[in-house]
């Protein structure tokens, strides 16, 4: 029973190129939430999306950077021409429901490592 | 601004001790609170939730919550050097979708 999966675990682009990452929630689940950890800072939420729909955007900046989760495969989070400040820790996690979180909190997945230069 | 605080650290305690992490949060409607341990490079991972006031205990860890004062504290006892991380403290956002607000974590060094 795989857990959250996301992929690179790595991903080095040069400033300008587009930067990709995937999220693979628990078995199951439809509800994804991505989070930004910047060096030495705790986690910020980005996006909240459920199978086919952005369902909190709020913490996404409001240029360069979408998201989506289509009916079939990951969860896509796509920075459009990468800037230095883009360096940072991204991570995702699922939940089988948005208001399941009373119970049991979410799992994080591995994370993608993302480094600009 | 919703906001999640705590003291950056470290937080130096020696093997063995009582460690204690605090956590204060801005939102009165908050009704959900982890806490989450980070080791250096990888992941966050959940330790503990509290719902309600007063302590939940599991293991050596112990979550203690007062939503009069806004406070949630994570106590480690017999700290272990394997303790040593960062630990951030999350609180349900008031729209209760499951975004979670993060402090910036505390940094607990447990020496030997």
Redesign the interface.
């Known amino acids: 029973n795989a857990g959250v999966m996301q992929n690179p675990r790595h991903l080095v682009r040069r400033r300008g190129q587009e930067a990709r990452l995937r999220c693979s929630p628990m078995k199951g689940h439809s509800h994804v939430y991505w989070y930004r950890q910047l060096p030495e800072e705790g986690l910020k939420f980005m996006v909240y999306l459920q199978k086919e729909n952005i369902i909190d955007e709020s913490g996404m900046p409001k240029e360069r950077f979408s998201a989506e989760f289509p009916k079939e495969g990951p969860s896509i989070l796509r920075i459009q021409q990468v800037v230095r400040g883009d360096s940072a820790a991204y991570f995702c996690a699922s939940s089988l429901s948005g208001t399941g979180l009373v119970n049991k909190g979410y799992t994080f997945g591995s994370g993608t490592r993302l480094t600009v230069v | 601004q919703k906001e999640?605080e705590?003291n950056s650290g470290p937080l130096s305690v020696p093997e063995g001790a009582i460690a204690s992490l605090n956590c204060t949060y801005s939102d009165r409607v908050s009704?959900?609170f982890?806490w989450y341990r980070q080791y250096s490079g990888?992941?966050?991972?959940?330790i503990m939730?509290i719902?309600s006031n007063g302590d939940k205990e599991d293991g050596r860890f112990t979550a203690q919550l007062n939503k009069a004062s806004q406070y949630v504290s994570l106590l480690i006892r017999d700290s272990q050097p394997s303790d040593s991380a960062t630990y951030?403290c999350?609180v349900?956002?008031a729209?209760?979708?499951?975004?979670?607000?993060?402090?910036?974590?505390t940094t607990l060094q447990v020496k030997p």
Do not use: C, M, R, W
Request: net charge neutral; aromatic share 12%; proline share 4%.
């Open positions: 999640v705590q009704q959900s982890f990888k992941s966050p991972e959940l939730s719902y951030l999350a349900n956002d729209s209760n979708t499951g975004k979670l607000i993060f402090g910036q974590g």
